[in-house]
Every structure is written in C-alpha cells, then in structure tokens.
C-alpha cells in the first residue's frame, strides 16, 4: 500500500511540477533561479550543482521514515524474543533478524536524500544504501542454499521414486530455459557449499563430517557457516564502498557523482537478488513451507515498477524552484520501493503467522467441533487434522536436519498428539487400543511415519530405549489397526521395517517377544518386510538385502547366496542405489552384494565369489559417492579380503587407490570419518604385500606410528566394520605389526614391541568375535583373525 500510495503520489508531482521536457542531452541550465544546475558531464562523472530541501519537507519525511523503521526494529525485537519458537527456527531466526536490521537501516538511510547539499551526507549515501540492499540479497541467498542443501535430496528422491529412473530437477519434457535454470541452481549450490568449507581454512575449529553412511547424506550447515559465507559474497561490495569513501575521486560530493562507482555498486547489489531468486527455483512438495520465490520476485516487480516511474522524472530538467524537494521524494521512493516490499513478505507476513499459528490451539479447535459435528463434518475435520500433523512433521524433520533436536521431538510429539483422543503424546504412553482403533489409513500412515522420523531423528543422540521404543511402537501399530487390511500402499511401513532389521543386528534392539531369540525375531522381521514389498521394486531389494543378512547371521550361507542371488535379478545400482540411499539412509543391497562374496569364499565357491566381486566393483562403487568414504571402504574391504585370498594383489592396490587414496587427498586434513582410522593401515598393509623388498627405513615414521599410546581405532568403530565387512580393523592392525616385525632383525628392539602390540590388538578383535561363553559369531571374521593371532602367539 505504501508503494502504490508513494508511486500514485509520483505521479501526480510529475504531472503538476514538470510539465515540460527542455532540450536533450546534459547542457547547462539558463534559469538563474533553478536550485539543481547541471554544468558539465566529462571524465566518468556529472558535475551537478545541488540545491536545498524544504524543512518542512524533511520534517514529514523524517517522520514517515522514523515511524517505518520502528516498525522494522520491533519486528527484529520480536524475532530474537522468539528465537526458539519452532515455526521461526525453520526460518533461520538470526539470518532473518539481520535482514529486518538491514532492511531498517536502508530505509533510516533515504532521510539522506533530503540534504543534497551535505557533503557527508552526499558521500554517505552510496554506501550506506547499497552495503545495506547487498546484504538483505545475500541473506536471502544464504537461507535458501542452507534450506535446500536440506532439502535437495528429499526433492529429488521425491522426483524419482514413482519411476524407478532416478531423475533429477529436470526431466525429458523440460523445455531448455529450465533445464538450464535447474543447471544454474545446482552449479549455484555447489559454489556456496564449496565457499562454507574454506571456513576451516580461516581458523575454524569445526570439521567437516564425510561420509558416515547415510547421515552423509544430508548436508548440515549451520548458522557460522552460513554468515560466514554471507560475508564472503558481501567481499565485493563492501570492497567497492570502502574505496568509495576512502579514494576523493570516486567519491560523491553535493557537487559531484561519479557514475563508473555507482553503475557497478547498482550491478552488485542487483546480483544477490538474482541469486536469490535463483536458489529458490528448486522444485518439490517439500520445498513449498520454505520457498521465498514468490515474495522475491513479487518485490523486486514493486522495485522495477516504482523505478519506472521514478527515474524519467528524476532526469527531467528542473522547471519549478521546489525541485529539490521533488528530486529527494522520488529518491526516497526509489529506495523504499525496494526495501519495504522485501520487509513486509519476508518478515511482517511471518510475524503475523507465527502470532497467530499454534499446534496446540488448532488440536483443541478439532477436539472441540469433533465432539458435537455431524459424520461429514468429522471426515472434513479429519483430513483438515492430517494436513495440520502433515505439516507440523515436515517442519519436525527440517529442526532435525538443522540440528534443533529438542525443538524438533516437540514438534513430533505435537504432530502425533493431533491423534490422541486424550491428552498429549509422549514416548513412554504411546497410543491407547481404542485410539489405533479409531485411526484411519491417512492417520495411520501420518502415525507410523512420524514415529520412525523421530526414532532417527533422536537416534544416537538419546538413550537407546528413547530411540527404539517408538519404531517398535509403530510396528506394534501397524500390526494390530484394523485399518491395515484395507491399505493399497504400505511402503510407509518399510523404513520401520528396515530400522528394526539394523537395530537388531547392531545390537541396539535387545528385548525379543518370549520364545524368540535375536536370530529367530530378525529373520521374522525380514520375512515380513520381504513380503510386504513384493511388489514395489527398490524396497523389495533392500528387504532382500535384509533378510540376507539375517540368514548369514544363522550362518546360513548357502541360503543368504540364493537370497541375494534373487535379488541381483531386479537390482540395478545404477537405477536403485540411490533412491535406497535417501529413504533408507545407506544402500545395503550393495552391501549384502559384497559381503555375499565372502560368503562364496567361506563355502569353497571361488569362482563366483571372484565373478562377484567384479560386480560389485563395476556396478556399485562407482555409484557410492566420495563425499561418503565409509561406504566405499564398506563396499572395498570384503573385495580386498576375497582378491588377496586368491592373488589379485595388483588389481587391489588400484582399486584402493582409485576409489580411497585420491579422493582422500582432495579432502585435505581436517575430514573425520569412521572409515578415516582404516585407511592408513590399509593402504599401509597394501603396500607392504606388494612390494616383496621394503626397505626398514621407509617404515619408521609407521612404525613411530604404530607404537605410540594414541589408541587408533575407537572400539565403536571395530564393531562397525567387523558386523559390516566382516574383518575386524583390529586385526588389521594387528596384521600389519606382524609383518613389519618379521622384517626386521631379531635384536630390534622394536620386534618384541610391534609383536606384543600386535597381540594386544588380537585379543581385543578376539573378544568381539566371541560371545560370553566364547562361540565363535562371526565365523568369515575370526578365519582371518585366527591365523594373524596364532602366528604372533608363536613368534611372542
């Protein structure tokens, strides 16, 4: 309303004040009596003599824009009051705080426009105004790239798991402008993602996590690296500005303005705002709550409009003596035309919904009319209740990835309380009978997914029971809704499913139903999962891939083969891979692949253990991306295992460099992995193997290495790897301090050193091979195991 009143008003002074256009070009004005007299335009620059503005004039307007920026300042009051509000934790509060600071310091700055002859006033300007415009832009930007680097996978899966093709933001039918936008985006990203990492370099204590199976997914950017990269792309503005003020030639005066400053300030505070709009063009049902598209793109229309009608005025030739007052309203109106809009959508409008949306008070509204409305009124209620906990769990998930966790298990708890007759949700109550029983199919499918979404959310982070006892709540759920007949879909049942399968074979799901053991629930679980995904592809692999696992833990490898044998016939890494990375958190169908060759290994079977691993290598690895080196390392150890049982010694050593040693050096130093503590004595055990001469002294710094006090591999991270890749890191270094020790001479003292050291290390992978009443559990493991201890028991 402001714009159109400011622009209307525009109109009107125009009309009445400048009724005539003299001359063209820039010539010297004859009127004795014009305040504003352009002499002279040379060199880059307009000599211009200025006039004065009114008093009264800079008293309305000083009003006007004072009363506009407290508005702004309250408002920015308001977001860091409320800072910890769930619905303004998914806006960024302290990036969006900024933007209203800065949106109120470019409208405080148009009072500058109404003292033309203040010199420090003129000099001011410029910079004040465009530093200020630069970083609302640039917010705006940095908001939107942290959003969908959240964001980006679950858009794209979301794009690809109805066609088995995994497609990107484009697709066939797109028309090349799209295409070519939807490449701008990605390319866009990429550069801001790239620039956070140079933080570290800049004396950041934090590290970059890669890898980590499927929390590497996910980027997580927070709010440091997010300003930090905000004030990177800020470099050349407040660059240009600084010189502006500190150079007298390019800097403006009541009686000069240089143009080559200005057109290139123009230009850089322009770019930020296409970016802006640029990084908010992703598509996907998960970017709506989020994009800013519109409202950017809506302003900067109001901005170009506003600029349209002011800018011809503004280079007319004074006809009238209050010019000045003229020429600093359209000034003004220009500045505000741009920062008011952005302010009044990106912030008032999100003020005002925060105010007035609460979780709890739209679940009251639904209990209250629920208690008295007709049938037809309670389905409407119902599916207005669904969308309501539909979108209080998407905001939930997106506190989650920002790493808000308190904030977003109270969003799930809200989002599964909407489904409570009674009271509120809570982990340790669950859900009454009679309450599953009253849940329709939405309902249950909103139920059992917010559940499992908060078990991974919390997983890791809280006490085991809290992590597992709502996944097994909502397979519980599933099981006894009488809904459940009547479903066509149940693939929100399969990360349950599948969270049960991990849970239980890494030892997080301890208690079974009376009668059953580990082994027996496991292969039950995996049986379901397989037969509720028969028929939807890339779950049914992973069920497959599941119920492998679970019959090689019954040492049932004959079986577990045939499994993924059957399995190999509907997979395809280059299709699936990826669309079970996102919505499983890591592919292990590429995993059981790999393991399976060890499997044919353990029963004699070494031509297809060997025809195996060459599938795995040309089919899976290269669809395992680098930023994720613990699943390559996953994928590489039972194929380094199996090709150096049978002499293909060459041939590993390239495929470890290949897929592990370069891509690390990319990665430079400050990296952390779980796959970091196996990777120097791998390739360390690589090297000697493959060079039948290695000189002592090209081993010392290892051997300094390995006898130090440092412990090298955290007992958490043995676990992974020996349930996984079934080969203990332990041994592995106990491997390596076996061989250095048989080549050095016998009066070394470092020999009794490495080899006691050594079998320090083989009893602590012996007690991870063994249960309490020491059977042997992972048989694959304890044959490599076995022989690297008896050997060193010999030599000590």
């Given at each position: 309303m402001v714009i159109h009143l400011l622009s209307s008003v525009t109109k009107f002074l125009t009309i009445k004040m400048m009724p005539s256009l003299r001359g063209g070009g820039i010539s010297p004005s004859l009127d004795e009596y014009h305040p504003i007299r352009i002499l002279s335009a040379a060199d880059g620059q307009m000599i211009v003599e200025e006039g004065t503005t009114s008093l009264s004039f800079r008293i309305c307007v000083g009003i006007i824009l004072s009363l506009l920026t407290c508005v702004q300042l309250l408002v920015?009051?308001?977001?860091?009051?409320?800072?910890t509000n769930s619905l303004l934790l998914l806006s960024q509060p302290i990036p969006l705080t900024l933007t209203v600071f800065a949106s109120s310091v470019a409208t405080l700055?148009?009072?500058?426009?109404?003292?033309?002859?203040?010199?420090?006033?003129?000099?001011?300007?410029q910079p004040i105004i465009f530093t200020s415009l630069s970083l609302i832009g640039t917010l705006l930007s940095t908001r939107a790239w942290r959003i969908g680097s959240i964001l980006a996978p679950a858009a794209d899966f979301a794009s690809s798991a109805g066609g088995g093709e995994i497609s990107y933001r484009g697709n066939n039918n797109s028309s090349r402008s799209k295409l070519t936008i939807e490449r701008a985006h990605t390319v866009a990203m990429s550069i801001l993602t790239s620039l956070s990492t140079l933080s570290i370099a800049c004396g950041k204590s934090r590290r970059i996590t890669l890898g980590g199976g499927g929390k590497g997914i996910r980027r997580q950017i927070d709010t440091t690296q997010l300003l930090f990269v905000t004030v990177i792309l800020m470099m050349p503005q407040l660059t240009l500005q600084i010189l502006n003020v500190a150079i007298p030639m390019m800097r403006a005066t009541s009686t000069k303005r240089p143009i080559v400053p200005f057109v290139i300030g123009v230009v850089l505070t322009a770019i930020p705002f296409f970016l802006a709009l640029l990084l908010n063009t992703s598509e996907g049902s998960s970017w709506q709550i989020f994009q800013e598209y519109e409202m950017i793109k809506s302003s900067v229309?109001?901005?170009?409009?506003?600029?349209?009608?002011?800018?011809?005025s503004m280079l007319m030739p004074p006809t009238e003596v209050e010019i000045?007052?003229?020429?600093?309203?359209?000034?003004?109106?220009?500045l505000l035309g741009l920062a008011l809009p952005l302010f009044y959508q990106i912030a008032f409008v999100k003020s005002i919904s925060i105010r007035t949306k609460s979780f709890d008070n739209s679940k009251d509204v639904l209990l209250r009319r629920n208690s008295s409305d007709s049938a037809s009124s309670q389905m409407n209620d119902d599916a207005v209740k669904?969308?309501?906990?539909?979108?209080?769990?998407?905001?939930?998930?997106?506190l989650g990835h920002m790493g808000s966790l308190d904030a977003s298990v109270d969003a799930f708890h809200k989002t599964l309380s909407f489904f409570k007759l009674q009271g509120k949700y809570s982990i340790q109550d669950g859900f009454t009978r009679k309450e599953i029983q009253s849940f329709s199919a939405k309902s249950l499918e909103v139920v059992v997914t917010a559940l499992v979404t908060m078990a991974k959310t919390i997983d890791t982070h809280s006490p085991r029971e809290l992590c597992t006892k709502p996944v097994l709540d909502a397979?519980?759920?599933?099981?006894?809704?009488?809904?459940?007949?009547?479903?066509?879909?149940?693939?929100?049942?399969?990360?349950?499913?599948?969270?049960?399968?991990?849970?239980v074979q890494g030892g997080k799901i301890l208690e079974f139903p009376e009668g059953q053991d580990q082994a027996d629930y496991l292969l039950g679980v995996a049986n379901t999962f397989v037969s509720e995904t028969e028929y939807q592809c890339f779950h049914h692999c992973r069920a497959l891939a599941l119920k492998a696992a679970s019959l090689a833990q019954q040492l049932k490898f004959d079986k577990a083969v045939e499994v993924i044998n059957g399995m190999n016939r509907i997979y395809d890494p280059v299709k699936h891979s990826r669309i079970i990375a996102e919505e499983y958190g890591s592919d292990h169908c590429c995993n059981a692949m790999a393991l399976s060759a060890l499997w044919l290994k353990h029963l004699g079977r070494e031509q297809e253990a060997v025809i195996m691993c060459d599938d795995v290598i040309e089919r899976c690895l290269p669809e395992i991306d680098e930023r994720n080196m613990l699943g390559r390392i996953l994928l590489l150890i039972p194929s380094i295992a199996v090709l150096l049982a049978y002499g293909q010694l060459e041939r590993t050593v390239e495929l470890f460099t290949q897929f592990v040693i370069e891509p690390v050096k990319r990665f430079g130093q400050n990296w952390s992995s779980p796959a970091k503590p196996v990777i120097r004595p791998m390739s360390l055990l690589l090297k000697i193997c493959s060079q039948s001469e290695v000189f002592i002294t090209e081993l010392d710094d290892d051997i300094e290495w390995l006898l130090n006090d440092e412990e090298k591999m955290p007992d958490l991270v043995d676990t992974i790897y020996t349930s996984k890749a079934q080969w203990s890191p332990y041994d592995l270094y106990a491997e390596i301090c076996l061989r250095i020790a048989k080549k050095l001479e016998k009066d070394d003292p470092r020999r009794a050193l490495l080899m006691t050291e050594g079998l320090r290390l083989s009893h602590l992978a012996d007690s991870k091979l063994k249960n309490e009443s020491g059977d042997v559990v992972h048989p694959i493991a304890f044959s490599i195991h076995n022989a690297v201890m008896s050997e060193l028991e010999e030599l000590v």
């Open positions: 920015a009051v308001y977001f860091i009051r409320n800072r700055s148009a009072y500058l426009f109404a003292f033309p002859e203040n010199d420090i006033a003129c000099a001011s300007r229309l109001i901005a170009l409009t506003v600029l349209v009608v002011t800018i011809p000045p007052n003229l020429t600093a309203f359209l000034q003004t109106a220009s669904i969308s309501a906990a539909e979108e209080a769990m998407t905001m939930a998930k997106m397979l519980s759920i599933y099981d006894s809704a009488p809904v459940r007949r009547h479903l066509k879909d149940r693939s929100f049942v399969f990360p349950v499913l599948s969270y049960i399968c991990v849970g």
